[in-house]
């Protein structure tokens, strides 16, 4: 019995690793695309294209949470899912997809009046058939993730970000302006789908069961509530800027925030995907998923810590290579909303262990104490300026930190001098590697030269500080590294 546990204990480790950096993989692969795709739509379109489209996403994004919200992840909590769970819950989510579509497009023209733009009109019509794209996704994504078979994300993210980047380039070349932002944001999600569709055994059949759904949803009701509380809040820092200001400002805050996103979001939505499903297996034993969690902790901080600093350090220049000089003013919101996003690991990780308990209503409780603190930090920052918001993101991204930390505390013994020590070694190491980036910044040199020396300081800095202090971490990940490169060569000289 115990050799049994501990084969499927190792499996699930290896599936775990093996899934993190399928699931990595295609994350960076597809962001390096659609960065790339950003930066030339970036140096064709104006700011307040950008802008105009930032306010559709902000209210699709919300709408979209309750669609997506709570159902993959009760499929993937679920023990046992089977076809009856998966194809009751694609009926349920495409119906609400439904009933939300229609909602938004007659609610469509008092959002144009609000914001004083008619265009936004069939913009919001044609961006909510976003809906019924999240509805069978959605249900693939659990699927997918309840097996661990990441690489199958891989291939269908990569055909989908490469296909929908060059339809809008093409359609921003031949003057379309605005349109080619939401051809790209549509299409990727859609050809997505349809490969998943193509590549994934599970579609939907004619198979539905009131009882099944009632429980699914009595756990994933709360998550989707939670989703949507998080994503409403979330965008409205975004919705107040384009009220309270202008597109443009709206547009220079929504850029400063894609680039921290870019980093931070990749890292957390990875290890969040990945953890998951692995942490739901270790549900009944709290010991074990104690030390999953505070290993990811651990390795995320490492990770992402130092490329946020980083980027704080960088943000006009880099903003300046790839925007151009008229997105210059997105450089001081791409600095405080990357330090804003620092304690978002911690924060993410820990939520993804209360889940994995089955806790929803725990989670679903934690928005309501965080919610009205990010009010009055909006609300307080709104009257100041666009900039005022950015650094009301850092107040609060240390505030959700703290609120999301509690819970484990009871759950799972995980106390707080133990998360301290786990998460802030590489924060500290990563202040003490921007000593000397930021005076490499002050050399009188060419731009591009200034962004090389600053990346390579930071980095030697903070490998021969890992170096030095025998960080653990350092060396998991360079294990890590090596493992992959070799698997990776001996799967070419098979093939060959």
Not at 165 to 175: K, P
Not at 277 to 286: E, G, I
Not at 490 to 495: A, C, D, Q
Request: charged residues 15%; hydrophobic residues 55%; aromatic residues 14%.
């Amino acid at each position: 019995m115990k050799v049994e546990t501990s084969v499927t204990e190792l499996n699930i480790k290896q599936k775990t690793v093996s899934g993190f950096f399928w699931r990595l993989s295609e994350r960076l692969c597809a962001q390096v695309v659609t960065f790339a795709v950003t930066v030339v739509l970036a140096r064709i379109l104006m700011p307040e294209d950008y802008g105009v489209v930032a306010i559709v996403n902000v209210f699709v994004a919300v709408a979209d949470g309750f669609v997506t919200g709570g159902i993959a992840t009760s499929l993937i909590q679920k023990n046992n899912a089977d076809e009856t769970d998966y194809s009751s819950m694609f009926y349920i989510s495409f119906l609400f997809s439904f009933f939300l579509y229609v909602v938004l497009f007659f609610c469509c023209p008092l959002i144009a009046r609000l914001y004083r733009n008619e265009l936004l009109i069939p913009i919001f019509r044609v961006m909510g058939i976003k809906f019924f794209i999240s509805a069978v996704n959605s249900v693939q994504q659990a699927y997918v993730a309840r097996r661990m078979i990441f690489k199958k994300f891989f291939f269908a993210t990569i055909i989908g970000t490469v296909v929908s980047g060059a339809l809008g380039v093409l359609l921003a070349l031949s003057g379309k302006g605005i349109w080619a932002l939401v051809t790209q944001s549509l299409m990727n999600p859609f050809i997505d789908t349809i490969i998943l569709f193509i590549t994934v055994r599970w579609h939907p059949r004619l198979l539905f069961s009131f009882a099944r759904a009632k429980l699914l949803f009595q756990y994933g009701w709360k998550l989707a509530l939670t989703r949507f509380i998080g994503t409403f809040f979330e965008k409205l820092r975004q919705c107040v800027v384009g009220i309270k200001y202008s597109a443009n400002d709206l547009a220079f805050y929504n850029r400063g925030e894609a680039l921290p996103s870019l980093v931070a979001g990749n890292v957390i939505s990875t290890l969040e995907s990945v953890l998951f499903p692995a942490l739901s297996n270790f549900q009944n034993d709290r010991e074990k998923l104690k030390m999953a969690i505070r290993h990811a902790v651990k390795l995320g901080s490492y990770v992402l810590s130092p490329v946020l600093v980083g980027l704080a350090l960088v943000s006009d220049k880099i903003v300046f290579i790839l925007y151009g000089k008229k997105w210059a003013m997105a450089s001081p919101f791409v600095a405080l909303l990357s330090l804003s996003m620092i304690p978002s690991v911690i924060s993410s990780i820990n939520v993804q262990a209360i889940k994995a308990l089955g806790r929803s209503d725990v989670i679903l409780m934690l928005e309501f104490i965080k919610k009205p603190f990010f009010i009055a930090v909006v609300f307080f920052c709104i009257f100041i300026s666009p900039i005022a918001m950015a650094y009301g993101a850092i107040v609060y991204g240390l505030v959700s930190c703290m609120v999301n930390y509690f819970p484990n505390i009871k759950l799972l013994g995980y106390v707080a001098s133990e998360q301290f020590f786990d998460f802030f070694p590489p924060v500290v190491l990563s202040f003490f590697m921007s000593i000397p980036v930021y005076f490499v910044g002050k050399l009188p040199l060419n731009i591009y030269i200034i962004f090389f020396l600053q990346f390579l300081c930071g980095t030697s800095c903070y490998i021969l500080l890992s170096v030095i202090l025998k960080i653990q971490s350092f060396y998991e990940v360079k294990e890590i590294i090596k493992n992959k490169l070799i698997r990776t060569h001996t799967s070419i000289e098979e093939r060959q």
